[in-house]
């Protein structure tokens, strides 16, 4: 700050000060920040120093009283480059930076890094940041939203604003440790360390997902898409129960301490259970509103198996769920909104309400719940983690796919060990629901994770009534009774059945619309099949740019044909996911390689040809999917009309 005789004009920096530059582009890009920096007094930053060569450096005082150089007495920046070129960390797409101190190390990494590089900075001292915007101008770095700057200890926010960097982060980030933050706040540091761990299991899970199976999803949405457009919209059920509480029933092994008070419940919260806990909750005499699924597997399909054929609860799935489950299920079907399904019947316009993507079918329960506009949020069996021994709640329909393997040699209790010790390499403890730790393993913290984000966005009260398993930063445990006790006290709105059921009259529409999407898929692999051996050529006399100029001149016309097709382009990429994510990894390490010239051109083409053969393929697998869904629909209506 430049100090002023006139105290109006306190708050006035001097033109081409650093910090105002600094402000005024953290504002656009990161508007909390900035208004808490904004908010100190105006004495707030340390005092700092002049360095031997000029720059200005300072020291701080830790808890204990001793005084931290936190940055060189002699020459700040050269000790900034020197920190980064001694880790050896290479090229990487992102880097983690544990303390941002007076920024050299950090403007240091920032000039090595390629253009597409993201820099994720720690730093708790928000006086440690008003001082280092005041002394140095760091507002391009700022202003490019590639560097990410922390400095609560808020683990909600980490994977909110890291969730979308998955991809990136996922090729393995560096971390850039600057050791005089580290001493002034340790405790800080240390803890986000565990949360970067924990995240990057997140992380590297859900990818997994997301790319071994985008092939299956989109088989299973094509299979679908007759029951796609023949259901009706979930857009009828928006705010339906408005402000009247949710009871969300999962199958983890707390369920059986508390699922006989959900008996005569249905009249006072909209129960949604889970399809593991559907069949035991009939049983009960207890009939959700709405039961959930979304799992790609045949073997789900074992849950709605033997269901009543005058069972009123709604079936609510995505798109994605095995067909089977569409076949077998007697009651109303309502599949929620997706992208792939409304591309592949893009003339038909379905358009119907897509739900936050969840990773199981409790997540697809709390957001159905969120979407029927219900506040309180109670959950029931959703232990994530291994209650008393148990993986499930006994009595539920993971039972019955165990029957055929029961015997005086195997038992129940046994199946439920055997599911937990699997899976020995990869369990941890977390903090439990009731104080001290339970066992978790690495697929159920990752949905813990989804979790905790989701509550913390949440409009809604979420109450953990589960009275078991790991706690969840967000939710508020309680009992199931006084849950009951305190939100489930006035009747529901009676509300009649508006379920039109099944349209089968649309399928000829649906078959068209495929037959469109696979002319399409066929002209995008014409296209490839042409475009392939000019970029070989390319590739092969690079050196010769004349040459390699004509080329490029037959080329465009064919991406501009290819362009045409551009929705149906990504449809058919969804077959090749890991191709797209390899792409991804090669464009990335070609920024931050810092290549130019012939050799940047050299990589480029190479990811090209791979690109261009993994799109032929995928076309012409796109066809066959196509072909095959045409004929799936066309028995598919006959059976439906017929039954």
């Keep these: 700050m430049i100090a002023s005789i006139d105290a109006s004009e306190s708050l006035v920096l001097a033109a081409g000060s650093p910090l105002l530059a600094n402000l005024a582009a953290l504002w656009p890009v990161a508007p909390d920040l900035a208004s808490e920096l904004e908010s100190l007094p105006d004495d707030a930053g340390y005092a700092t120093e002049t360095a031997r060569n000029g720059e200005p450096t300072l020291a701080c005082q830790t808890t204990d009283g001793r005084s931290i150089a936190v940055h060189s007495r002699h020459r700040p920046g050269d000790e900034g480059r020197r920190l980064i070129d001694a880790l050896g960390i290479g090229k990487k ?17 920032w000039s090595q890094a390629g253009g597409e590089t993201v820099l994720i900075v720690f730093e708790p001292d928000l006086r440690m940041l008003w001082t280092a915007f005041s002394c140095r101008d760091y507002s391009e770095m700022i202003a490019s939203r590639r560097l990410m700057i922390f400095w609560r200890p808020d683990k909600a926010e980490l994977i909110r604003r890291l969730s979308p960097l998955s991809a990136v982060l996922s090729l393995g980030p560096a971390t850039v440790p600057h050791a005089p933050s580290l001493q ?36 299973n949405i094509a299979a679908n898409v007759g029951w796609y ?32 008070l959900l008996a005569g419940l249905n009249d006072q919260a909209a129960i949604i259970a889970v399809q593991t ?37 709604e079936l609510v799935a995505e798109a994605k769920a095995t067909e089977k489950i569409f076949e077998l299920y007697p009651g109303p079907v309502t599949l929620l909104g997706n992208d792939y399904a409304e591309g592949l019947l893009r003339e038909m316009n379905p358009s119907k309400p897509i739900l936050t993507a969840g990773a199981t079918v409790a997540h697809l329960a709390f957001y159905l719940a969120e979407f029927l506009g219900c506040n309180p949020i109670i959950f029931v069996g959703q232990d994530l983690g291994f209650s008393d021994g148990l993986c499930y709640s006994p009595g539920t329909s993971y039972e019955d796919v165990w029957r055929p393997e029961m015997s005086r040699f195997c038992t129940v209790e046994m199946k439920q060990w055997e599911q937990i010790v699997r899976e020995r390499q990869i369990l941890r403890r977390v903090p439990a ?37 790991a706690l969840k930063r967000g939710a508020t445990p309680m009992t199931l009774a006084e849950a009951i006790q305190l939100h489930c006290r006035r009747p529901l709105p009676l509300m009649p059945p508006d379920h039109a059921g099944l349209n089968w009259g649309i399928a000829d529409q649906c078959a068209a619309s495929l037959m469109r999407r696979r002319q399409e898929a066929e002209q995008i692999g014409r296209i490839s099949r042409s475009t392939l051996p000019l970029l070989e050529e390319i590739r092969d006399y690079l050196d010769d740019q004349n040459r390699v100029n004509r080329l490029i001149a037959r080329i465009d016309p064919l991406r501009a044909q290819m362009d045409e097709y551009g929705r149906t382009y990504d449809l058919v990429t969804q077959l090749t996911q890991k191709t797209e994510l390899d792409r991804l990894e090669r464009d990335l390490q070609v920024a931050a390689s810092g290549v130019s010239g012939m050799e940047k051109q050299r990589l480029q083409v190479e990811r090209d040809v791979i690109n261009v053969r993994a799109m032929i393929d995928a076309a012409a697998m796109f066809e066959d999917l196509m072909d095959r869904t045409i004929q799936k629909l066309s028995m598919g209506r006959t059976n439906a009309m017929a039954a």
């Design 93 to 109: 797409p992102a880097y983690y930076v544990l303390g941002f101190g007076l920024g050299y190390h950090v403007e240091s990494l």
């Design 184 to 219: 002034l706040y340790s405790e800080f540091f240390a803890q986000v360390q565990i949360w970067l761990e924990e995240i990057a299991s997140y992380i590297r899970t859900g990818m997994n997902t997301v790319v071994f199976n985008a092939a299956k999803t989109a088989e």
């Design 229 to 260: 457009a023949a259901s009706p919209s979930v857009a009828r059920l928006r705010d339906r129960y408005y402000g009247y509480p949710a009871v969300i029933v999962s199958a983890g092994p707390s369920l059986r301490k508390n699922k006989h």
């Design 277 to 313: 806990t559907l069949q035991p909750l009939l049983e009960m005499g207890v009939e959700p509103h709405f039961v959930t699924s979304l799992d790609y597997h045949e073997i789900c399909s074992r849950f709605f198996e033997r269901l009543p054929s005058n069972l009123r609860t």
């Design 433 to 469: 629901i009731n104080g001290g730790t339970v066992y978790t393993e690495e697929r159920l913290f990752m949905y813990l994770q989804q979790f905790e984000r989701d509550f913390a966005k949440s409009r809604a009260t979420i109450i953990d009534a589960t009275e078991g398993g």
